[in-house]
């Protein structure tokens, strides 16, 4: 499927990383990625990689989440996000929508960006409502 850009305010308003325990280690907060950026201890891919490798059962802390995140907010990235919305007149709803991206969304939030390029699946027209946008 193709790229669609999402404006961040709705995908913000309908599910955020920040006010969701998405990685279940605690909420990795703005502050403790402003924290991570005034420090410079971002975790790039490799640095990542090795965090998770390193974590009891490959499950990162916030803070490290938080490195991550900053990271993506200084270098940026070049790949969409994913968006599984489920078919909820089907009843297919109540998992976490966002498949890969979950990071950066939270950089796109902090940057200030406006909007960030998704790959779509599930109902579409749901989707097209619900981020109010046309998905092609």
Known sequence: SMSTLI???ALDAFRSPFENDVWRCGLASMSMV???LKEDL?????????????????????HQHAARIAYLVKNGWDDDIDIDVGVPSLGAVGHWPYTDGNHRICAAILRGDTHISADISGDIDYAEHLFGVIIS
């Open 7 to 9: 404006p961040l305010v």
């Open 34 to 36: 402003a924290q991570v």
């Open 42 to 62: 971002v975790y790039d891919y490799a640095q990542w990689q090795v965090a998770i490798n390193e974590s009891p059962n490959q499950q990162p802390s916030a």
